[in-house]
């Protein structure tokens, strides 16, 4: 039972940080469904790379929901199977909302889904060269566009 409510506290508190991140960015006509998305999804992928790191990989996401080769939405995009490794796993993935990685995560998918350049010049694709010792299979065929830190984006 305590569980339960711990993770019903937990949710509450997400939730409310990203209501205040709304207020503090109005949101004109993009859903707070994709900027959650967003956030967690540059949290999770590339919160060590710093805030260039992360706006690469949130524009990935960007680029591939302009693409007819993936899901027409962000979250969809985000929680397609195979995609992006932490939702692959099945562990819980814990946001510590106070972080300042959480925090600039927000500021991050909120800049991006306000149509910020582009700095991945359409790059579908990224791995962590970090976790990836050689160039997997799948990217073989594909273009190396640019690298950040440990991430290397492909189209």
């Given amino acids: ?3 339960k409510q711990k993770n019903k506290t937990k949710k509450n508190l997400t939730l409310l940080i990203l209501l205040l991140a709304l207020f503090k ?3 004109s006509s993009v859903e707070a469904s994709d900027l959650n998305c967003l ?3 540059v949290f999770h992928e590339a919160r060590g790379e710093g805030k260039r790191g992360m706006l690469m990989v949130g ?3 960007l ?3 302009k693409s007819k080769k993936f899901s027409d939405s962000v979250c969809k995009v985000i929680y397609q199977k ?3 490794s932490w939702v692959n796993k099945k562990k819980k993935h814990h946001v510590d909302t106070n972080s300042k990685e959480w ?3 927000l500021d991050v998918a909120k800049q991006i889904l306000d149509r910020d350049h582009d700095p ?6 990224f791995y962590s060269s970090s976790i990836l010792k050689k160039k997997p299979s799948w990217a073989k065929k594909k273009t190396v566009v640019t690298k950040v830190g440990n991430h290397v984006f492909l189209r």
Avoid at 120 to 125: E, I
């Fill in 120 to 125: 991945t010049n359409g790059s579908l694709y």
């Fill in 103 to 105: 925090k600039m995560a």
């Fill in 1 to 3: 039972m305590q569980q």
């Fill in 63 to 65: 680029n591939r929901v």
């Fill in 39 to 41: 956030a967690k999804n």
């Fill in 59 to 61: 524009h990935v996401v």
């Fill in 25 to 27: 960015f109005p949101i």
């Fill in 82 to 84: 195979k995609q992006f």
